[in-house]
């Protein structure tokens, strides 16, 4: 089993940045995949980050690449989310996943095989 624990939402203006932290413990090692997804109000759940086991790959969302960046410390089992120049759009709660067994760049909600229980991020315009 995996447990996963989420921190960093909260309240933000237009053009704003957070950063979300994501510690994840019980059988997670560094070999497993991390990421993130988001679920905004009357919205489906939709795939915003991934970066592999060792970090070399990273993996975007069209919505926010070149505004987020993902990165991720192996010695903390912690993945972390940068958010910059935040909008209206990116209000939701964003929830933590690790993949263990699916390929690599696939990003899917069927792909996740645990989930954090996710931390809310509000951006006022």
């Known amino acids: 089993q995996v447990q996963l624990a989420e921190s960093g939402g909260g309240s933000v203006q237009a053009g704003g940045s957070l950063r979300l932290s994501c510690s994840a413990s019980g059988r997670a090692g560094s070999t497993y995949a991390m990421g993130w997804f988001r679920q905004a109000p009357g919205k489906e759940r939709e795939f915003v980050s991934g970066i592999s086991w060792d970090g070399g790959s990273t993996y975007y969302a069209a919505p926010v690449k070149g505004r987020f960046t993902i990165s991720r410390d192996n010695g903390k089992n912690t993945v972390y989310l940068q958010m910059n120049s935040l909008n209206s759009d990116d209000t939701a709660v964003y929830y933590c996943?690790?993949?263990?067994?699916?390929?690599?760049?696939?990003?899917?909600?069927?792909?996740?095989?645990?989930w954090g229980h996710g931390t809310q991020v509000t951006v006022a315009s």
């Open positions: 996943v690790v993949k263990a067994f699916s390929p690599p760049d696939v990003w899917t909600a069927s792909s996740i095989d645990y």
